[in-house]
C-alpha cells in the first residue's frame, strides 16, 4: 500500500449492480492522496452517491475492491466508519433537536469522553458559523444552516476522510462559498482527504486538486481540471446577431472554424479549431457577409466541454435518469 | 452492559423520548382518543352488567381496561413512525456511520414509548378512578397496572419497529394501526369471555392474546390479586415483546446493509 493511501482512497474494478437495473457503477478505478481534494463530477444518475455508499461502507459492492484508509471496505468496515466523515446527499437531520443536541448526539456515539463532547460541540458549531442558532430546532434551519451543520456532525470524531455528497445543491451562492471556504481549509490545515461529489462544474473547479467525470456507471476521465481543459484545449466562440435574420448565414460562416457547439437560443457557437488566434478572423469573415454582431464572446474550455467531449452530451441536463434506489439492492446481511 | 452500549442507550432513548415530548400530537391523540371510546363505552354498554356472570356491578371498572390496550396500540404507530422517518430522511444511515450497535437502536427508540407508556398509564387510571371507576387491588395494585401497561406499550412498540424496518415507510406503519384494532374487537373487549356466547367469535377470543392482556388488567381493577392472570398478562407481553424485538433486529440487520 502507498503511504499516501493510508489516509487516502484506493478503488479497483468497482462494480455495484442493481436488481433489474443497470450497472450503476461499472468498474471504476481511482486513487485519492492523504490531504487530497477529490472532486467526482457527474450528472443526476451517473452512479456518483452509488460510490460514495460503497465507499462509505453502507452499501456493499458487487465486485472490485476499495480501500479506504487503508482498510478495505467489505471486510473492515468499523474500521473504514472509524476513519471517515459522511455528509451525504441529503441532511439527514431531525428536526425536532436542536443543532448542539445533534452534535451531543453525534459525539457521544463515536464515543467521545462526556467533557470532550461539549467542547467539540462548541468549536465545531462555532467555525461553521452556527453558535448563535446551536439551541434552535434544526426544523427552522435555513437549506445553508442545515448543510453546515452537516458538516459539523461529519467532522465530529475527527475523521481523516471526509466524504460530501453533493454538499450544495440547493444552496445560494453565500452559504456555498463559505461552504468551499471550509472545505478547502480542512484539507489544507487539518489535512483531511475529501471525497466530493457534485453535479456543479464551478465546485469541481475551484475545490478540486483532481477532478474524476463519472458517466453512467464509467469514469470517462481523470485529471486536474487544467489537465482535463488543455486535453480539449479549444476555446469556443459565441456570437449573436444583431438581425435574427441573420442567425442562419452566421452558423455557415462560424461553421468554418470549426464543430458547433452549445450556445444561448438566439446565438451561434463554434469550438474554435485553431484556438483564440482565430477569433480576428472569425470577425473578420462576419464583418465580409455584413452581419451586424449584438454580442461575441470567446469562453474558455471549461468541465463541460471536457465533458462534452468525453461523453458526447453536455452536463447541464444530462442527467435524466436517477440513480437507483439503493432500497433496491439485493439483500446481504449486514456483520 | 458494556459502558459504551449503555451511552449509546442511553442517548439514543434521550433523543425518542425528546420527540416524544416535542410532539404533543403524539401524545395527545394516544391519551383523548381512548378516553373518548372509555365514556361512550361505559355509558352505552353499562347494562351489560345485568347479564348473570358479569363480574362487576359498574361497566365503567369493566371497560376502563380498554384504554390501556388502545394506548399500547398508539406506541406501534409512534414508535414505527419515529423510525420509518429516520430511514426516509436518512438519518439511519448517519446513525449507521458511527459505531452504533442495534441492540443499543432499538432500544433506545423504545425509550419514548415507554415515556408515552407512562403518561398514557398514569392518565387513564386517574381519569377512571376520578370518573367512579374501581381499583380492587389498591395503591400496590395501580403500580402493578402502570408497570404492566407500560410492558404492554413497549411490547406492541416493537411490532411498530419491525414494520418501520422492514417497510421503511411512515405509511406502512400507521398501515397496521386498523389491523391492530381488529385484534382488539376481536377480543373480550366488551364482555367478559364466558359471556361471549357466539361460538366464532368466542373461540377467536380465547386465542387472541389480546383477551389474556386484557383479563390481566381487569383483574387487578375488579378482583385484587390474581396471580395466575397477572403472570399469564405479564408473561403474552414479554412474549410479543420477544417475538417483536427478534424480528425487528433481524429486519435490522437487513436494513443496515453497513459492511
Given at each position: 500500500?502507498?503511504?499516501?493511501?493510508?489516509?487516502?482512497?484506493?478503488?479497483?474494478?468497482?462494480?455495484?449492480?442493481?436488481?433489474?437495473?443497470?450497472?450503476?457503477?461499472?468498474?471504476?478505478?481511482?486513487?485519492?492522496?492523504?490531504?487530497?481534494?477529490?472532486?467526482?463530477?457527474?450528472?443526476?444518475?451517473?452512479?456518483?452517491?452509488?460510490?460514495?455508499?460503497?465507499?462509505?461502507?453502507?452499501?456493499?459492492?458487487?465486485?472490485?475492491?476499495?480501500?479506504?484508509?487503508?482498510?478495505?471496505?467489505?471486510?473492515?468496515?468499523?474500521?473504514?466508519?472509524?476513519?471517515?466523515?459522511?455528509?451525504?446527499?441529503?441532511?439527514?437531520?431531525d428536526?425536532?433537536l436542536t443543532g448542539r443536541e445533534h452534535m451531543r448526539l453525534q459525539t457521544a456515539?463515536?464515543?467521545?469522553?462526556?467533557?470532550?463532547r461539549e467542547?467539540r460541540s462548541r468549536e465545531l458549531l462555532e467555525?461553521?458559523?452556527l453558535a448563535y442558532a446551536a439551541d434552535r430546532k434544526v426544523?427552522?434551519y435555513?437549506?445553508?444552516?442545515?448543510?453546515?451543520l452537516?458538516?459539523a456532525l461529519?467532522?465530529a470524531?475527527?475523521?481523516?476522510?471526509?466524504?460530501?455528497?453533493?454538499?450544495?445543491?440547493?444552496?445560494?451562492?453565500?452559504?456555498?462559498?463559505?461552504?468551499?471556504?471550509?472545505?478547502?481549509?480542512?484539507?489544507?490545515?487539518?489535512?483531511?482527504?475529501?471525497?466530493?461529489?457534485?453535479?456543479?462544474?464551478?465546485?469541481?473547479?475551484?475545490?478540486?486538486?483532481?477532478?474524476?467525470?463519472?458517466?453512467?456507471?464509467?469514469?470517462?476521465?481523470?485529471?486536474?481540471?487544467?489537465?482535463?481543459?488543455?486535453?480539449?484545449?479549444?476555446?469556443?466562440?459565441?456570437?449573436?446577431?444583431?438581425?435574427?435574420?441573420?442567425?442562419?448565414?452566421?452558423?455557415?460562416?462560424?461553421?468554418?472554424?470549426?464543430?458547433?457547439?452549445?450556445?444561448?437560443?438566439?446565438?451561434?457557437?463554434?469550438?474554435?479549431?485553431?484556438?483564440?488566434?482565430?477569433?480576428?478572423?472569425?470577425?473578420?469573415?462576419?464583418?465580409?457577409?455584413?452581419?451586424?454582431?449584438?454580442?461575441?464572446?470567446?469562453?474558455?474550455?471549461?468541465?463541460?466541454?471536457?465533458?462534452?467531449?468525453?461523453?458526447?452530451?453536455?452536463?447541464?441536463?444530462?442527467?435524466?435518469?436517477?440513480?437507483?434506489?439503493?432500497?433496491?439492492?439485493?439483500?446481504?446481511?449486514?456483520? | 452492559?458494556?459502558?459504551?452500549?449503555?451511552?449509546?442507550?442511553?442517548?439514543?432513548?434521550?433523543?425518542?423520548?425528546l420527540?416524544?415530548?416535542?410532539?404533543?400530537?403524539?401524545?395527545?391523540?394516544?391519551?383523548?382518543?381512548?378516553?373518548?371510546?372509555?365514556?361512550?363505552?361505559?355509558?352505552?354498554?353499562?347494562?351489560?352488567?345485568?347479564?348473570?356472570?358479569?363480574?362487576?356491578?359498574?361497566?365503567?371498572?369493566?371497560?376502563?381496561?380498554?384504554?390501556?390496550?388502545?394506548?399500547?396500540?398508539?406506541?406501534?404507530?409512534?414508535?414505527?413512525?419515529?423510525?420509518?422517518?429516520?430511514?426516509?430522511?436518512?438519518?439511519?444511515?448517519?446513525?449507521?456511520?458511527?459505531?452504533?450497535?442495534?441492540?443499543?437502536?432499538?432500544?433506545?427508540?423504545?425509550?419514548?414509548?415507554?415515556?408515552?407508556?407512562?403518561?398514557?398509564?398514569?392518565?387513564?387510571?386517574?381519569?377512571?378512578?376520578?370518573?367512579?371507576?374501581?381499583?380492587?387491588?389498591?395503591?400496590?395494585?395501580?403500580?402493578?397496572?402502570?408497570?404492566?401497561?407500560?410492558?404492554?406499550?413497549?411490547?406492541?412498540?416493537?411490532?411498530?419497529?419491525?414494520?418501520?424496518?422492514?417497510?421503511?415507510?411512515?405509511?406502512?406503519?400507521?398501515?397496521?394501526?386498523?389491523?391492530?384494532?381488529?385484534?382488539?374487537?376481536?377480543?373480550?373487549?366488551?364482555?367478559?369471555?364466558?359471556?361471549?356466547?357466539?361460538?366464532?367469535?368466542?373461540?377467536?377470543?380465547?386465542?387472541?392474546?389480546?383477551?389474556?392482556?386484557?383479563?390481566?388488567?381487569?383483574?387487578?381493577?375488579?378482583?385484587?390479586?390474581?396471580?395466575?392472570?397477572?403472570?399469564?398478562?405479564?408473561?403474552?407481553?414479554?412474549?410479543?415483546?420477544?417475538?417483536?424485538?427478534?424480528?425487528?433486529?433481524?429486519?435490522?440487520?437487513?436494513?443496515?446493509?453497513?459492511?
Amino acid at each position: 500500500m502507498a503511504d499516501s493511501a493510508r489516509g487516502g482512497i484506493e478503488v479497483e474494478g468497482l462494480v455495484r449492480e442493481f436488481k433489474n437495473g443497470p450497472r450503476a457503477v461499472d468498474g471504476i478505478d481511482l486513487e485519492v492522496a492523504q490531504g487530497e481534494i477529490y472532486g467526482f463530477l457527474g450528472p443526476n444518475g451517473a452512479g456518483k452517491s452509488t460510490t460514495v455508499l460503497m465507499l462509505t461502507t453502507l452499501l456493499p459492492p458487487t465486485a472490485g475492491t476499495a480501500r479506504v484508509g487503508g482498510y478495505d471496505v467489505v471486510t473492515e468496515g468499523p474500521q473504514v466508519r472509524a476513519t471517515i466523515g459522511a455528509a451525504l446527499q441529503e441532511a439527514a437531520l431531525d428536526p425536532l433537536l436542536t443543532g448542539r443536541e445533534h452534535m451531543r448526539l453525534q459525539t457521544a456515539l463515536h464515543g467521545l469522553d462526556k467533557g470532550e463532547r461539549e467542547t467539540r460541540s462548541r468549536e465545531l458549531l462555532e467555525r461553521v458559523g452556527l453558535a448563535y442558532a446551536a439551541d434552535r430546532k434544526v426544523g427552522g434551519y435555513s437549506g445553508g444552516m442545515k448543510r453546515r451543520l452537516d458538516l459539523a456532525l461529519a467532522l465530529a470524531h475527527r475523521p481523516r476522510i471526509l466524504f460530501l455528497d453533493e454538499p450544495t445543491t440547493g444552496l445560494d451562492i453565500q452559504s456555498r462559498t463559505a461552504l468551499w471556504e471550509e472545505v478547502a481549509r480542512l484539507a489544507a490545515e487539518d489535512g483531511v482527504t475529501v471525497f466530493l461529489t457534485t453535479q456543479y462544474l464551478e465546485e469541481a473547479d475551484a475545490l478540486a486538486a483532481r477532478v474524476g467525470i463519472i458517466d453512467h456507471g464509467h469514469l470517462v476521465a481523470e485529471g486536474t481540471p487544467a489537465e482535463l481543459k488543455a486535453e480539449i484545449g479549444r476555446p469556443t466562440v459565441e456570437a449573436v446577431p444583431l438581425a435574427e435574420g441573420d442567425r442562419e448565414r452566421m452558423t455557415a460562416v462560424l461553421g468554418r472554424f470549426g464543430e458547433q457547439a452549445g450556445s444561448s437560443p438566439r446565438g451561434v457557437a463554434v469550438r474554435l479549431e485553431g484556438g483564440e488566434s482565430q477569433l480576428a478572423e472569425v470577425v473578420r469573415a462576419l464583418d465580409a457577409e455584413q452581419i451586424a454582431i449584438e454580442h461575441l464572446q470567446l469562453h474558455a474550455p471549461s468541465l463541460d466541454d471536457v465533458f462534452l467531449a468525453k461523453t458526447g452530451r453536455s452536463l447541464e441536463g444530462a442527467g435524466e435518469e436517477a440513480e437507483p434506489e439503493t432500497g433496491e439492492t439485493e439483500t446481504v446481511a449486514a456483520a | 452492559m458494556s459502558s459504551s452500549l449503555r451511552n449509546q442507550v442511553g442517548q439514543l432513548a434521550r433523543r425518542s423520548i425528546l420527540r416524544t415530548l416535542r410532539q404533543p400530537a403524539q401524545i395527545v391523540p394516544a391519551i383523548v382518543f381512548p378516553m373518548f371510546l372509555l365514556a361512550v363505552n361505559a355509558g352505552g354498554l353499562k347494562d351489560a352488567t345485568n347479564l348473570p356472570g358479569f363480574p362487576t356491578d359498574s361497566y365503567l371498572t369493566f371497560i376502563l381496561a380498554v384504554p390501556f390496550i388502545q394506548g399500547a396500540l398508539f406506541s406501534v404507530m409512534n414508535s414505527g413512525t419515529d423510525l420509518a422517518r429516520d430511514i426516509e430522511t436518512g438519518f439511519l444511515n448517519r446513525l449507521a456511520l458511527t459505531p452504533l450497535r442495534g441492540a443499543a437502536l432499538l432500544s433506545g427508540l423504545l425509550a419514548g414509548a415507554v415515556v408515552l407508556g407512562l403518561v398514557q398509564a398514569v392518565v387513564y387510571l386517574s381519569v377512571g378512578l376520578l370518573a367512579g371507576a374501581e381499583l380492587a387491588a389498591g395503591a400496590g395494585g395501580a403500580l402493578v397496572l402502570i408497570l404492566l401497561s407500560v410492558t404492554i406499550t413497549v411490547a406492541f412498540g416493537t411490532i411498530g419497529l419491525f414494520a418501520a424496518l422492514r417497510f421503511g415507510s411512515g405509511e406502512a406503519v400507521q398501515g397496521l394501526f386498523p389491523v391492530f384494532f381488529v385484534f382488539l374487537f376481536l377480543s373480550a373487549m366488551t364482555l367478559p369471555l364466558d359471556l361471549l356466547t357466539t361460538d366464532w367469535f368466542h373461540a377467536i377470543a380465547s386465542v387472541n392474546p389480546v383477551t389474556y392482556l386484557l383479563e390481566a388488567i381487569r383483574s387487578l381493577l375488579i378482583e385484587g390479586w390474581n396471580i395466575g392472570q397477572l403472570a399469564l398478562g405479564f408473561a403474552i407481553a414479554a412474549a410479543i415483546g420477544a417475538i417483536g424485538m427478534t424480528a425487528a433486529s433481524s429486519a435490522l440487520k437487513t436494513r443496515l446493509v453497513r459492511t
